[in-house]
């Protein structure tokens, strides 16, 4: 087994209490304009009154191994790294937008200040430094959970291997790094599944 680390993050749906804590730090840690989000938190009521629940999706990059805005970046600003981690080089980055029409989880956008697409790299420097990305460490309820692949011991290993784990539309064959716990109960409610056909057009 290689002695590189390779991150990913564990959602645990049923722990988020929706409290957008991880949205807000993720904002100010990578001052995020306006108007975007690096993460974000879907939600939706289901069920029939009186028995009405709120139903939450936190999002982000899912740092796919297979990464078709990597693929289609004509100056390669954007690379998947051997951490696991796909960043963009600000320095290389042209603006021209085709890493946003390719990611199919809309996790991209287009700073309006700096003309850079921009996306979640797992708050790439703060893991650099030894450090959880900012939405770990602020998630109240610990439902984020970030760590290496390669460790066994690691708690992301460990929750892969007990948990019935999902991930975001795996038909796509990204092979997303961003896993969920209780995905298919979320999906499986038809209010949230109107929700997300609202988001996909």
Known sequence: MS????????IDLRKCVGCHACSITCKM????????????????????????TRAKLP??????????????????????????????????????RYCIAACPYD?????????????????????????????????IAHSRIFGDLNDPNSE????LSENSIQTLNPEYGTKSKVYYIGLDKVFATPDFQILRDKEAN
């Open 156 to 159: 992301v290993s460990k929750l």
């Open 29 to 52: 840690e990578n001052d995020v304009p306006e108007g975007h989000f690096r993460s974000w938190v879907v939600e939706a009521d289901v069920g029939v009154y009186p028995n009405v």
């Open 107 to 139: 996790a991209r956008y287009l700073d309006p200040e700096t003309g850079i697409a921009d996306k979640c790299d797992f708050c790439f420097d703060r893991v650099e430094s030894g450090l959880m990305p900012a939405c770990v460490s602020t998630c």
């Open 59 to 96: 999002r982000l990059c899912n740092q796919c191994d297979e990464a078709p805005c990597a693929t289609v970046c004509p100056v390669v600003a954007t690379k998947k790294n051997e951490n696991g981690i796909v960043t963009v080089d600000k320095d290389k980055c042209i603006g021209c």
């Open 3 to 10: 002695t590189n680390p390779r991150y990913a993050m564990v």
